[in-house]
């Protein structure tokens, strides 16, 4: 099973776990965090359930404006890594 948690900065992340999840037939699950709230899936299952790409395409088609929504989706498609790069704990 893999499990992608990131920061909806870096969704490119999650649609390459999506690839190799659907490649491999290994189930996923998927979350992001936005401010205070924390979003978890969708739970993925090759085969059996719609895949990342398919809930995200799915969900921006039901935006209000999809123009709109669409370009904020390619834009983070098109990052390759996450919006808070330099956060490390005391220990790091
Ligand atoms: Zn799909």
């Keep these: ?14 649609q390459w776990i999506n690839r ?7 189930a996923s699950v998927y979350a992001d965090v ?6 978890l899936g969708p739970f993925v299952l090759p085969g059996r359930t719609a895949c990342y790409m398919c809930y ?9 404006n999809f123009e709109e929504a669409m370009a904020y989706e390619r834009s983070l498609n098109q990052k390759d890594k996450p919006h ?9």
């Design 1 to 14: 099973m893999l499990v992608g948690c990131f920061d909806r900065a870096f969704e490119s992340c999650h």
């Design 20 to 26: 190799a999840a659907v490649r491999l037939g290994k």
């Design 34 to 39: 936005r401010g205070h709230v924390a979003r």
């Design 56 to 64: 995200r395409m799915r969900t921006v088609a039901c935006e209000t």
């Design 84 to 92: 808070y790069t330099s956060a490390r704990c005391s220990l790091c």
